[in-house]
């Protein structure tokens, strides 16, 4: 018995039951549901569930001792022992099993008509006719009709994309936004050349195709493919209209660049900030790197190339010839899959001639369409000469209106024939085109071979939900058609995936750290409580409730000042978090430029991206190196002018209600134009810690540490409560106001980091290290603490103290 994906196997050694979710030649992946994990094992190490029990049954042997297949035990047990939850057994369950029992050669029979839980079943032997001497001699019928399954996993694995992403990329080709894919090539990957090249065509391929089902020109100039370098990701990182002649990344709508870099060596330093950046999808490939499995990927590309093509594989049948690369054989696949089509063209005449010209009224909807239409025919008139054929019959039937069936076989029932051309989004075509027009009889939605490259998941899938009576066809060579087999997204894919969470998932480090603001919030700032009220009620709730303002002039420039190390960029960037905002953090170096002319074209290229698009917000960190004042006399005319064109921006973002958000240590090295009412609307004081946020800082970093050493079993952490460190804070604090200096943040850190690394040095002993078993246990004392602080480094000066203040009252009153 064939072991098809929703099958239940049990453990040839183990007898442990399961259920199929994927299979390949030489593998299965299954569902343990007893102990809810999945495992790949090897097909001769499990057997269906329904041939073990064909098996006891042909031998009148007992199956198993808790379960009777005799008429002694009911159904539930036996849906259970399939591994379907029977707490409410759904007739689909039962109905699942029966099919199985089936095709292992057994009928399912029960002592009532009801088939409820309790109902007593039994197992009874069909006899399946053997085949007559006669009957061997005959010449088998020619094959007409061939069951094809997509390779598992499909083609965007093969090539390095994770399996959750796989849905996730389907459905981001059909939308607008522009998309990034990225190719991580190691060096033994590249030396493979077959790799990059066939993951460009596929990419391009697939990406056009998609695109054509929501895009209504046949045209591909319609969707813009950009291939190239690492280079292309510099560039839209470092942003410059001055170099018309280079490339740059596709930022518009309905295009897709596909770059390849050199894994740990091509990859810019800030490509977190590119993630964060990027205004659509991002996906990244990363491919194997033995021979093995490399070979084993490029067995899966070839197999969905020879089934676009039409001439799908067989069971060990070999691949095809090491001389033809997946290149070629990707260019080979797309002209046969045209070729198809346009041998369909050709029956178009024959049929008129057959069938009349009237039959086929309502075909001028576009040429594949009508080639599919007609090559379909000739299919099924080529195996019966007398089939009835019915084109373009109305259906009354639902509360829409009038629908029309492309056309109706006696006996055979509907066949609705799709390009996949302008039919988009997915969902609506499933339910508009496939399940709407479904009625009570036999249903066959029919669809070219290029539609398997980007929807072949959601084809499969709609073969399984038409079931027993309905099916998918593709056209394919020699006469020869490939129904679809079916499988359900839930069994293809762990988590499909909102259209709304493809642009974001992919911004988490390879560390789990979050690489740019968006994700931090105002309490995952330790410490200033006060100035975090101050931000919520001045800044994040006159921007969320902006629609009740209307009425104020508001200026959306926010000014963070006050001396250095006192988290300014952190708050800055927090702000971004909270208003769930698409943000750029931008340095003085991304304003600037070695040429004369540059600081003002950087200056207009940032701010024009700003205003692009609503819900986008900058911050620019050491404001005063960018917008200090044009009264000094050793200020370059360019600097001037740069400060210039940041003046007109402001203004220009202010009316369109763009936030900009600057830091700076020196708010009186500003111009006096960028400070007036109007531009910065709120001055946000942020001075060094009191006593409060200094306890709070230096929990959170003791905290921290305690947090990171869970990841080590044999490392034991006590550290100090901050009730503990409180009060001894206080003639610290003290003697700081006395002597007119300040700890900045940073002091705080470095206190607690010196405090750690002298305590673990003590449990490991003196700095040697252990090995085994060993529990290594440190404790972190409250006084150790607030000694090293009183010991080490006061950042903040007396005189930016004094500036500070001064500062404070003049901008904010206070």
């Given amino acids: 018995m064939r072991v098809i994906t929703g099958d239940t196997v049990i453990h040839r050694r183990t007898r442990e039951v399961g259920i199929v979710e994927r299979h390949d030649r030489t593998n299965i992946v299954v569902r343990w549901p007893e102990r809810g994990q999945r495992e790949t094992v090897p097909r001769n190490e499990v057997q269906a569930l329904a041939e073990a029990m064909a098996e006891a049954r042909q031998a009148s042997t007992l199956f198993s001792t808790k379960l009777s297949l005799t008429g002694t035990s009911p159904l539930s047990e036996l849906v259970s022992r399939f591994g379907y939850s029977t707490g409410r057994m759904r007739s689909g369950s039962l109905e699942k099993v029966r099919k199985q029992l089936a095709r292992a050669g057994l009928q399912l029979d029960t002592e009532d008509d009801s088939e409820q839980r309790d109902s007593r079943f039994w197992l009874t032997l069909l006899d399946l006719p053997k085949p007559e001497e006669d ?3 005959v010449e088998p019928e020619p094959v007409r009709l061939k069951e094809v399954s997509l390779p598992s996993p499909s083609w965007p694995q093969a090539l390095g994309l994770a399996a959750q992403r796989e849905i996730a990329l389907l459905r981001a080709m059909t939308e607008r936004e522009p998309l990034l894919c990225i190719l991580h090539l190691s060096d033994a990957a590249a030396d493979t050349g077959w790799l990059q090249p066939t993951w460009e065509a596929l990419m391009s391929w697939a990406f056009r195709a998609a695109q054509r089902f929501v895009w209504r020109s046949s045209s591909d100039e319609d969707a813009t493919v950009r291939i190239g370098t690492s280079a292309l990701l510099q560039t839209y990182l470092s942003p410059t209209s001055l170099d018309d002649s280079s490339s740059h990344l596709q930022t518009a709508p309905r295009s897709i660049n596909l770059v390849t870099v050199r894994r740990d060596a091509e990859l810019p330093n800030d490509f977190e900030r590119l993630k964060a950046s990027w205004p ?30 039409g001439m799908p594989q067989q069971d060990g049948q070999k691949a095809s010839s090491p001389r033809m690369s997946p290149l070629r054989l990707a260019v080979w696949a797309r002209e046969s899959s045209e070729q198809l089509l346009a041998r369909g063209s050709t029956y178009v005449g024959e049929l008129f001639s057959r069938r009349g010209p009237s039959k086929l009224r309502g075909s001028t909807e576009g040429e594949t369409a009508l080639a599919l239409k007609s090559l379909l025919a000739h299919w099924l008139i080529e195996q019966d000469p007398e089939v009835k054929l019915e084109f373009e019959v109305s259906n009354e039937r639902g509360s829409e209106g009038e629908r029309r069936i492309d056309l109706v076989v006696e006996d055979q029932g509907d066949f ?4 996949m051309r302008g039919s988009g989004p997915m969902e609506h075509f499933i339910h508009q085109k496939v399940l709407a027009r479904r009625r009570d009889k036999p249903f066959t939605l029919v669809v070219p071979n290029e539609a398997l490259l980007w929807a072949g998941p959601y084809l499969a899938d709609i073969a399984f939900q038409l079931g027993k009576n309905g099916r998918v066809l593709i056209p394919g060579a020699d006469q020869v058609w490939m129904q679809l087999e079916g499988v359900s997204f839930a069994e293809s894919a762990l988590d499909v995936e909102s259209p709304e969470a493809v642009a974001t998932e992919d911004f988490v480090s390879d560390q789990g750290r979050p690489p740019s603001a968006e994700a931090l919030k ?25 629609r009740w303002l209307r009425g104020l002039s508001r200026s959306p420039g926010i000014l963070f000042f006050g001396p250095p190390g006192c988290g300014k960029s952190r708050m800055a960037r927090a702000i971004a978090g909270e208003l769930d905002q698409e943000v750029r953090l931008l340095a003085p170096s991304d304003l600037r430029g070695e040429y004369i002319g540059w600081g003002q074209v950087r200056v207009r290229e940032q701010f024009n991206w700003l205003a692009e698009r609503d819900r986008r917000m900058l911050v620019i960190d050491e404001f005063d190196s960018i917008a200090r004042s044009r009264q000094e006399g050793q200020m370059h005319s360019d600097e001037k002018s740069t400060v210039n064109e940041l003046l007109v921006q402001l203004d220009r973002v202010s009316r369109l209600g763009r936030i900009v958000v600057a830091t700076t ?4 090295a500003l111009d006096d134009a960028v400070l007036r009412t109007g531009r910065f609307g709120s001055f946000v004081p942020v001075g060094p810690p009191d006593q409060d946020a200094a306890a709070d800082i230096l929990d959170f970093y003791l905290k921290r540490f305690e947090r990171m050493s869970l990841e080590q079993p044999q490392l034991q952490v006590s550290i100090p409560s901050r009730a503990s460190l409180l009060p001894l804070l206080g003639p610290v604090m003290s003697a700081n106001v006395s002597e007119s200096r300040a700890f900045s943040g940073s002091d705080l850190e470095a206190a607690v980091n010196q405090v750690v690394t002298k305590q673990v040095r003590v449990a490991l002993g003196g700095g040697r290290s252990l090995s085994g078993p060993t529990v290594v246990s440190v404790l972190i004392h409250a006084d150790a603490v607030v000694r090293a602080l009183a010991e080490g480094p006061r950042s903040i000066r007396p005189e930016a103290l004094d500036s500070f203040e001064e500062e404070k009252a003049r901008y904010c009153g206070r």
């Fill in 416 to 419: 609705e024939v799709e390009s």
């Fill in 135 to 137: 009957d061997l001699q």
């Fill in 522 to 546: 105002l309490k995952d700032i330790a410490g200033y409580a006060q100035l975090r009220q101050h931000i919520e009620e001045q800044v994040i709730w006159p921007e969320r409730h902006s």
């Fill in 280 to 309: 659509g999808a991002l996906f990244e490939f990363e491919p194997p790197e033995r021979a093995s499995e490399l070979e084993a990927c490029r067995a899966l590309i070839e197999k969905v190339l020879f089934l676009l093509g």
């Fill in 665 to 668: 240590n020196d708010i009186d």
